[in-house]
């Protein structure tokens, strides 16, 4: 039998709902507009700005930005052809690195004042600091929340669950 969500988490959900399709859109848009990227662009941007050398793997890439590594293979083209970033193969290793170049870093960096005023706008300027407080711890029980369904099979094209660990089981010892 279908569990129906009752009023209250039918208003909720419809207001996370909202959120998640608003808020890239907006933030999608102005990025377009002020700096000729998509947030999708900004964000692997960024990513790679924090790391040393300002590369990462790809695999770790895919996996920080919460993305497929075939849909960031395919940004990664884009990014290459107007010189933001390239790929450099990983010695001793399979795989590859992403790497920033000076222009994309520039790029970035050019970006990012009208980004933060964006964010603050859409977001932080309406919220007091208990309520970032509360809405990091949210977002965190969320994204758990999340990952647990997932790894259950719950919004996955396959419908399957993740495989078993092959981990040994914790020992206690008195």
């Known amino acids: 039998m279908t569990e ?3 009023p209250t988490e039918q208003r909720a959900w419809r207001a996370l709902v909202a ?3 608003r808020l890239p859109a907006a933030m999608d848009t102005q990025l377009q507009r002020d700096a000729g990227m998509t947030h999708f662009e900004y964000f692997l941007m960024t990513l790679l700005s924090e790391q040393p050398g ?3 793997q790809l695999s770790e890439l895919a996996s920080s930005a919460n993305a497929s590594l075939s849909r960031l293979s ?4 884009k990014m290459e052809r107007v010189g933001w970033a390239r790929r450099e193969a990983v010695r001793g290793r399979r795989g590859a690195s992403a790497v920033l170049t000076d222009a994309g870093y520039h790029r970035w960096d050019q970006a990012t004042p009208a980004y933060l005023e964006a964010v603050r706008g859409l977001v932080f300027d309406g919220i007091d600091d208990r309520q970032v407080d509360q809405l990091l711890s949210l977002c965190t029980t969320l994204v758990t929340q999340l990952d647990t369904g997932l790894a259950h099979g719950i919004g996955r094209a396959d419908g399957l669950p993740d495989p078993p660990t092959s981990e040994p089981a914790a020992s206690s010892s008195n």
């Open 54 to 56: 300002h590369r990462l």
């Open 74 to 77: 395919h940004v990664i083209t």
């Open 4 to 6: 129906w969500l009752n």
């Open 19 to 21: 959120l998640t399709t």
